[in-house]
């Protein structure tokens, strides 16, 4: 609590030095299909997919956008579409040409087209006002340099209560209120950044203002010289392509084929999502230039389920606190991490080494099911790892190699190139031992989380062709060594995906996309004895999409979709499912915008579920899964009625048309209809 009023008192302090200058959110498209790409895929119910944090990522770096006029080549690495021949021709050219004037001039530099320009544009700028890199340490004015403070509010809740609130807390029922209430204080300048993040998830408690179920916070300096950062509190971590170290969602397989696999590693960043797990607390530090060394130290308590009074299960990752059994497991383990990362730039790449040893004050132990025979189990573990970047002519060259404590290994290796001017390829390969403990990694692969247990082959490929058609295309084909989650035994498939867009004119966008996926299954069946036999067969899932996109005028939006999914669970009949919506974005003055939508579904079962991304208050990742039949409508109207206020409300309803019961467990709804509410204000100075 005292942490927590102290950061209040910073932010108090503050405030009168902030800068009264503004910078106007950003609502383009771009952003939120980057967003969608990143995570349309993916089951909303996944809990290892952060997928809060990567929207927030791509959200702040569009408001925060990276000077191509003065960044580092590991500034210009964390833009979405850049590589490191991508960012040293920048560099290059702002210093041997002349400085970059506007955004569309980064077509000047090798390698940089049309699609990649596009892809960058919403999270660069070319800079502009007073630079003060030379002003001293002493002087107010280099602390405060484009400072800005912010503070959010957050409400938001489901109109229909589910089971778990009509249930008593000793019978098994949550123990607070169906609201969600989320509420953060920032304060940001180019140099020094402080947080306070605060929430409650719905069904958690709230006791008073200091005491939410959940709290971040930091204080960090950035960009001081050679000090790179410095953070003390919460920080995320990400080194090399994630096969060691990686704290955070990441860009995965999607319709950005040539840039899927390749990963640049983040670094320290100060943590303030409201993501309640992955993460560290303590401190940590990157020194250096070409030479950048990094340390870090973290000590936090976990939640985990309890098996005996000295033996947990491995920390969950959900970070729910509802019921009284979930409250009672609430930090009852601490983790101790420790380690490091020296990272060297040479005129042909970057090469870097990482690593970690990590304790608990518990044993854990591992799953008895089968496909967790090779999950960490103990007090301790360690991982450490190389990672490369080189240039090697028109191609890039990635990849990294790491070893866990019990001596399984990850590898992962890949090359990016252009080939002439209009085509760009990603070839990569990926091995992840079934042995292989790497508990705080995320490497790329078919399964989100830790890399384990798959070896793969990706290619991708985009093309361009004239000024209006981009096609791009990838396959993935992967074998699992080791039983994984549903089966036990080993297993293989494949996916891939093509997609063609054409750009009829500024205003107009059109794309069809197909995207399959055939893997290996276990399915049950009685012999003739009526005796259960698991055998293993195919299931395959595709799906067709036709996406039109049409600006009617510089404030009005239209976009439609439709979308087919075919689905054969192994053993089963094949399964269809559709998807139809209708999108409206208009801008009705300079300081009031709507979105708003009209969806159709109609699935056969859980099988053939159909997804869709969501326009949402400002940092909320918002994707709805449906099966069965119905509809869906929201609204989201965006209001700033000042210049530093800014409001946000949002409502949506889902009726459904061939059920009477909706969720299950403890958010099980009696009725056809869910539907929910937001709202959201943030004050900026």
Known sequence: MRISRLIILVFLLAMPVTLLAQQQDTTRSEVQDDIEDAIENFDPGDTEFDSEQM???????????????????????????????????????????????????????????????????????????????????????????????????????????????????????????????????????????????????????????????????????????????????????????????????????????????????????????????????????????????????????????????????????????????????????????????????????????????????????????????????????????????????PAVVFGEIAQSENGGYGLITGVESGIGEDTDITLAYRKYQKEFQSILGNGFGEVSGQPKNEEGIYLGMSHIIGEKVTLSAYIDQFRFPGARFGTNQPTQGFDWLIKAEIDFTGNLNFYVQLRSEIEDDEYEVLDSFGRIQRRLGDAQRSSFRANLEYWVNRNVRLRTRGEVIRSRQAGEELELGYLLYQDLRLQINDEFSLDTRLSMFDTESFATRVYQFENDLLYVFSSQSFFDQGQRMYVLLNYDPFDFLELWAKFGITVYEDTQVIGSGLNQIEGDQRSEIGIQARVRF
Do not use: C
């Open 55 to 393: 929207t927030q990522l791509l959200q702040e770096l569009a408001e925060n956008p990276i000077n191509i006029n003065n960044a580092g080549v590991n500034a210009l690495l964390q833009v979405p579409g850049l590589n490191l021949k991508l960012a040293r021709g920048i560099i290059e050219y702002r210093s041997d040409v002349k400085p970059f004037e506007t955004i569309e001039e980064l077509d000047e530099v090798t390698g940089i087209g049309r699609v990649t320009l596009e892809q960058v544009r919403p999270y660069v700028t070319v800079g502009s006002g007073l630079e003060l890199g030379r002003a001293l340490y002493t002087d107010p004015r280099y602390w405060t340099s484009d400072g800005e403070f912010q503070m959010f509010s957050r409400y938001q809740r489901d109109l229909q209560e589910g089971v778990g609130y009509q249930q008593p807390p000793q019978e098994g029922g949550y123990i607070g209120s169906p609201i969600k209430y989320y509420q953060r204080m920032e304060y940001q300048s180019n140099h020094l950044s402080l947080n306070l993040t605060q929430e409650k998830d719905p069904g958690e408690e709230l006791v008073g203002p200091f005491q939410f179920d959940h709290r971040t916070w930091h204080v960090a300096l950035e960009d001081n010289g050679r000090l790179q950062m410095l953070v003390g509190g919460d920080y995320s971590l990400g080194f090399g392509q994630g096969l060691v170290l990686w704290s955070g969602a990441a860009f995965g397989k999607g319709s950005n084929v040539a840039g899927a696999v390749s990963r640049n590693g983040r670094g320290i960043k100060p943590y303030t999502s409201a993501q309640e797990t992955n993460y560290y607390r303590g401190g940590a530090l990157t020194y250096g230039g070409k030479l950048q060394l990094t340390g870090f130290y973290s000590n936090r308590k976990r939640s985990a389920s309890e098996i005996s009074p000295d033996t947990t299960r491995f920390p969950r990752a959900d970070g729910y606190h509802r019921t009284e059994n979930e409250f009672l497991q609430k930090d009852n383990l601490h983790q101790m991490l420790y380690g490091g990362h020296i990272q060297l730039e040479m005129p042909f790449g970057i090469i870097g080494a990482t690593g970690y040893q990590t304790t608990f004050d518990r044993y854990i132990a591992a799953s008895n099911r089968t496909y967790a025979q090779h999950d960490f189990e103990g007090k301790s573990n360690y991982a450490y790892g190389v990672d490369y970047t080189f240039l090697a002519g």
